[in-house]
């Protein structure tokens, strides 16, 4: 099993900055790569970035390619994902989720563990 517990939600303002952080335990050499989903009210599950634990390859969405950097502390077995010029429509409740694999790193269905969630508000 992998536990994983997001944390660094809040409330900021349009154009501000937020990092949260996905600390990771138990069993983690037995997943293959990290992500970030979010769920915004009345929408479906929405894949924000991605990160491979053996090389630092990553992976992002398009609506916030060039905004948020997810990294990584293999020996703090934590995953950050760093969000800037945030925007209302960034608002959702923020998951980190372990993947078995690189494949269907952007599928929901190909991740195996996930955290409680984080919320993230922003403000206009």
């Known amino acids: 099993q992998v536990q994983l517990v997001e944390s660094g939600g809040g409330l900021v303002q349009a154009g501000g900055s937020l990092r949260l952080s996905c600390a990771a335990s138990g069993r983690t050499f037995s997943s293959y790569a990290m992500g970030w989903f979010r769920r915004a009210p009345g929408k479906e599950r929405e894949f924000v970035a991605a990160?491979?634990?053996?090389?630092?390859?990553?992976y992002y969405g398009n609506t916030v390619k060039g905004r948020f950097t997810i990294s990584r502390d293999n020996a703090k077995n934590t995953v950050y994902l760093q969000m800037n010029s945030l925007k209302p429509e960034d608002t959702a409740v923020y998951y980190c989720?372990?993947?078995?694999?690189?494949?269907?790193?952007?599928?929901?269905?190909?991740?195996?563990?996930w955290g409680q969630g984080t919320q993230v508000t922003v403000s206009s």
């Open positions: 989720a372990a993947a078995t694999s690189w494949v269907r790193i952007t599928d929901s269905r190909g991740y195996n563990h």
């Open positions: 990160i491979r634990w053996s090389d630092d390859i990553t």
